[in-house]
């Protein structure tokens, strides 16, 4: 029972385009959201965050939107630059006091050159 | 990197042998937590921790047990090693307090073959 769906398990954009990633849940009682960004053979590193009082959340080229209505969330990369070839991570949480994150499945995104 | 590590980086072992990872931390974080890796499944929350010698489970702990006898060393043992936990483990740590958006810190992960 996959509680953080990524249904996109690859995605290629050309450099200097967006980039969207995808991002599905269907817990209701989850309220803090992040994305992760995994280069092979290193660990994911943390990327952005939203919680659930807001829709959009930005940090430079990255920005995230939410849907609570639609249990639905999005990563923008604009632009993309070939560096940002990794595979995402989204995460969710409620507040349960332990911090504990359930992961999607990962979408792989190439930026072609 | 970042005071999380993992021992060790890669592992092979056999069949029905224990097996033991590590991770140590130097950031005096109260939570950690242990991951695995697995193509189509992402991440999944195997044990976590929420202070010395207070773990819990997470979603796929079977074959899996964790000590915490120290706040800086959490240790994952495969009892009993299995080709299904072939996978790449990953430790995480957060701190006790701030929101949630903080989120973790993951270690660069071990990578264990069972054969």
């Known amino acids: 029972d996959q509680q953080v769906k990524q249904n996109s398990p690859s995605l290629s954009v050309q450099e200097g385009r967006i980039s969207i990633l995808n991002c599905d849940y269907t817990?209701?009682?989850?309220?803090?959201f992040l994305w992760y960004k995994k280069y092979p053979a290193e660990g994911p590193t943390f990327l952005i965050s939203?919680?659930?009082?807001?829709d959009k959340n930005e940090d430079g080229r990255f920005t995230v939107f939410l849907n609570k209505s639609a249990k639905h969330l999005s990563l923008h990369i604009v632009p993309s630059q070939p560096g940002d070839s990794a595979v995402y991570f989204c995460?969710?949480?409620?507040?349960?006091?332990?911090?504990?994150?359930?992961f999607g499945t990962g979408t792989r995104l190439k930026v072609l050159a | 990197d970042a005071g999380i590590t993992q021992s060790p980086r890669h592992k092979v072992t056999e069949t029905g042998t224990p097996v033991t990872l590590r991770c140590h931390q130097t950031?005096?974080?109260?939570?950690m937590y242990w991951y695995r890796q697995d193509p189509g499944h992402g991440l999944r929350l195997i044990h976590y921790?929420?202070?010395?010698?207070?773990?819990d489970k997470g979603e796929v702990s079977d074959g899996y047990s964790v000590s915490r006898s120290k706040t800086e060393d959490f240790l994952l043992t495969l009892e009993s090693a299995t080709s299904s936990q072939t996978s790449v483990y990953f430790c995480?740590?957060?701190?006790?307090?701030?929101?949630?958006?903080?989120?973790?810190?993951f270690g660069s992960g071990t990578r264990l073959t069972v054969v």
């Open positions: 995460a969710a949480s409620s507040r349960s006091g332990t911090y504990k994150y359930i």
């Open positions: 950031e005096n974080h109260r939570y």
């Open positions: 995480a740590i957060r701190p006790g307090q701030g929101d949630l958006g903080y989120g973790y810190t």
């Open positions: 939203i919680s659930s009082i807001k």
């Open positions: 817990n209701s009682m989850f309220d803090y």
């Open positions: 921790s929420y202070g010395v010698k207070d773990t």
